[in-house]
């Protein structure tokens, strides 16, 4: 079965650090992503790396989020720094084989999607 399945998710004060994974089986993948979504909000992506290793940031998190990749255990990660209030958000991570010429930062480059991790800054 083709699956995506997040941890490390919870609860963290101002300033705090978490780290995100996301678990993949089930395909071949070279293209993932971190997206969040608020109530009420649409999705956004914060992260992208693509098959050549190129990783993309959204301005908000530039400086703060790092993602990076373990082919060898087929994980994404999210390193999350410096948390703020407004990064209170449902994180999903995104897979799918490199689609050229659709952005690797847009929802609708990616196929398959985890169930999220929340994560909660107060």
């Known amino acids: 079965d083709v699956q995506l399945v997040e941890s490390g998710g919870g609860s963290v004060q101002a300033g705090g650090s978490l780290r995100l994974s996301c678990a993949a089986s089930?395909?071949?993948?070279?293209?993932y992503a971190w997206f969040r979504q608020t109530p009420g909000k649409e999705r956004e992506g914060d992260a992208d790396?693509?098959?050549?290793?190129?990783?993309n940031y959204a301005d908000s998190v530039k400086g703060r989020f790092n993602i990076t990749e373990d082919s060898a255990k087929n994980t994404l990660y999210l390193h999350l720094n410096n948390l703020k209030p407004e990064d209170t958000a449902m994180y999903t991570c995104?897979?799918?084989?490199?689609?050229?010429?659709?952005?690797?930062?847009?929802?609708?480059?990616?196929?398959?999607w985890g169930q999220g991790t929340q994560v909660t800054v107060s």
């Open positions: 089930g395909y071949i993948y070279n293209t």
């Open positions: 995104a897979a799918n084989l490199r689609l050229h010429g659709i952005e690797c930062s847009t929802i609708e480059h990616y196929l398959w």
């Open positions: 790396i693509d098959d050549d290793g190129i990783t």
